[in-house]
């Protein structure tokens, strides 16, 4: 079955650095974009970044344009989410979703169970 497995998350003081990946199975990644996103305590969840299928097409949203970086690894089946110069704002628990197809204009279908991010000195 389709899996996604986030990991990487964890504290961190601000200005700091963390990596996520998103472990797929059950599907060839290489057919798929694929999106992160974020959801604060009391906040609606809010898409951060996606790479499409190829991963020559990568979209951020405005708030970590600069700071994060989202790249893929097809023959490990991973995504990564690199987050440099965290801030406090940055604190959510991150979930990476498979999109439909390999744009990443499309829906998502599957999503993991997130990985915390706590950026607080």
């Known amino acids: 079955q389709v899996q996604l497995v986030e990991s990487g998350g964890g504290l961190v003081q601000p200005g700091g650095s963390l990596r996520l990946s998103c472990a797929a199975s059950?599907?060839?990644?290489?057919?798929?974009?694929i999106g992160w996103f974020r959801q604060a305590p009391g906040k609606e969840r809010e898409g951060v970044s996606c790479i499409s299928f190829s991963g020559h097409t990568t979209y951020y949203a405005d708030s970590v344009k600069g700071r994060f970086t989202i790249s893929r690894d097809n023959a490990k089946n991973t995504v990564y989410l690199q987050m440099n110069g965290l801030k406090p704002e940055d604190t959510a628990v991150y979930y990476c979703?498979?999109?439909?197809?390999?744009?990443?204009?499309?829906?998502?279908?599957?999503w993991g169970q997130g990985t915390q991010v706590t950026v607080s000195s």
């Open positions: 059950g599907f060839a990644l290489d057919y798929y974009a």
């Open positions: 979703a498979r999109r439909t197809t390999g744009s990443c204009s499309s829906s998502n279908d599957y």
